[in-house]
C-alpha cells in the first residue's frame, strides 16, 4: 500500500466524516469513499462505525488506525535521519590531548568504509579554545582532560580517568631509595626535592592546577622553575636531566633515564568526550562517538609498565 493512503484512514478518524476528510485531504468525496469500501473488503473487516451522523472506529478499525500512526512515525524518523545524513558530510573534531590524534588515526579507515563522502575536520585546540568552541557550535565532538566534567559546554562522557605521575631523573639519589610501591607523597617533595628545578605544566592547565594545589599543601617551593605547554617534552628534559615534572601518564614514555612515581594521595585528570547536545546526533556522528568509546583504551598506557621501569 502507498504510504500516503495512510493518511486517508487517518484523516476519516480526524474528523469523523468521509466528506469532511476529502476536503481535508483536497480529494473527492466519492474517491475517499471508494478508497475506504475497497480497503474494508481487503481486510473483511469494517473499519468505521456511523453514529449519530459521525464515524467511529470498530476494534478493529483502532487496530488499524494504531498501526497506521506507527508507520507514519517511524516514516518520519526515516525522513529526518535521512536528512541529517545527507547533511552530516562534514564532522568538526578538535582535541587537547596528546594521544588523541594516534586515535584519530586509527579510527579513521574504519569510519571511511561506512562514511566514505564524509568530510572530517581535525584540529587541535587548548582547554578554553575547545570550550568556546563547542559552546558557539564550531566543534561537533570534541576531546578534552579535565579534573571535573562540571560546566562543561554540550554532553559531557567521562572516557576514563588518567594519573598524574611525578616525572624524575633515574641518577637522582631519590630513585635510589628502597619503594616497592613507586609512589610519593606530597611532604616527600620539601624533604627530597627542594633544590631541584621543576618543570611546570602550562598556565590554567589540569596539570598546573594539580602542581599548584600539592605546593600550597605542603609549603614545597622548587628551587628554581620553568614553564612548558607540551607536557611530552616534559619528559623529554627529564630524561636529559634538566629537572623533574609532573605529567599526565599518556605523556610518558618508557627510557632508562626516567624514573615515574604515582602521587600519594592518587591524582588524576578526567579525559572527557563532548559533543552537542542542542540538536540530534547524524548517522555519522554517532559512529564517531562509538567508535572513539570503544577504541580509546587502546591508547592508555600500562600504569604498571611505567612505575615498574
Not at 566534567?149 to 554532553?155: R, Y
Not at 628551587?223 to 611530552?232: E, L, Q, Y
Amino acid at each position: 500500500m502507498d504510504i500516503k493512503y495512510l493518511n486517508y484512514v487517518l484523516a476519516i478518524d480526524q474528523y469523523k466524516s468521509i466528506t469532511r476528510a476529502a476536503k481535508a485531504l483536497s480529494i473527492s468525496q466519492p474517491t475517499l469513499s471508494q478508497y475506504l469500501s475497497k480497503l474494508e473488503e481487503e481486510l473483511g473487516t469494517a473499519l468505521f462505525l456511523k453514529h449519530d451522523g459521525e464515524l467511529y472506529p470498530t476494534p478493529s478499525g483502532k487496530i488499524y488506525l494504531a498501526a497506521c500512526r506507527d508507520i507514519r512515525t517511524m516514516q518520519q524518523a526515516f525522513k529526518q535521519e535521512a536528512s541529517l545524513l545527507m547533511q552530516s558530510e562534514h564532522i568538526r573534531l578538535v582535541a587537547s590531548i596528546s594521544w588523541s590524534v594516534k586515535l584519530f588515526c586509527h579510527i579513521l579507515p574504519i569510519f571511511k568504509k561506512e562514511f566514505p563522502n564524509c568530510t572530517l575536520e581535525f584540529s587541535e585546540e587548548n582547554h578554553s579554545q575547545i570550550k568556546k568552541m563547542v559552546t558557539e557550535g564550531k566543534a561537533d565532538i570534541a576531546l578534552l582532560a579535565d579534573i571535573s566534567p562540571n560546566g562543561l559546554p554540550g554532553f559531557s562522557q567521562i572516557l576514563g580517568k588518567e594519573d598524574i605521575l611525578l616525572a624524575v631523573p633515574a641518577n637522582h639519589p631519590f630513585c635510589r631509595l628502597p619503594n616497592p610501591d613507586h609512589t610519593i607523597a606530597p611532604e616527600e617533595f620539601v624533604r627530597h626535592f627542594a633544590d631541584n628545578h621543576f618543570i611546570l605544566a602550562a598556565e590554567n592547565s589540569n596539570v598546573r592546577r594539580i602542581e599548584e594545589q600539592m605546593f600550597r599543601q605542603t609549603n614545597y617551593f622548587p628551587a628554581s622553575t620553568c614553564r612548558i605547554k607540551h607536557m611530552n617534552h616534559a619528559a623529554v628534559m627529564v630524561s636529559k636531566n634538566f629537572g623533574i615534572t609532573m605529567l599526565p601518564a599518556s605523556c610518558a614514555f618508557l627510557s632508562p633515564d626516567i624514573r615515574y612515581y604515582q602521587l600519594k594521595p592518587r591524582a588524576y585528570r578526567l579525559n572527557l568526550l563532548c559533543y552537542q547536545q542542542s540538536r540530534p546526533l547524524t548517522p555519522g556522528e554517532q559512529m564517531m562517538l562509538t567508535l572513539i568509546q570503544t577504541h580509546y583504551p587502546m591508547f592508555q598506557p600500562s600504569l604498571s609498565g611505567l612505575l615498574q621501569n
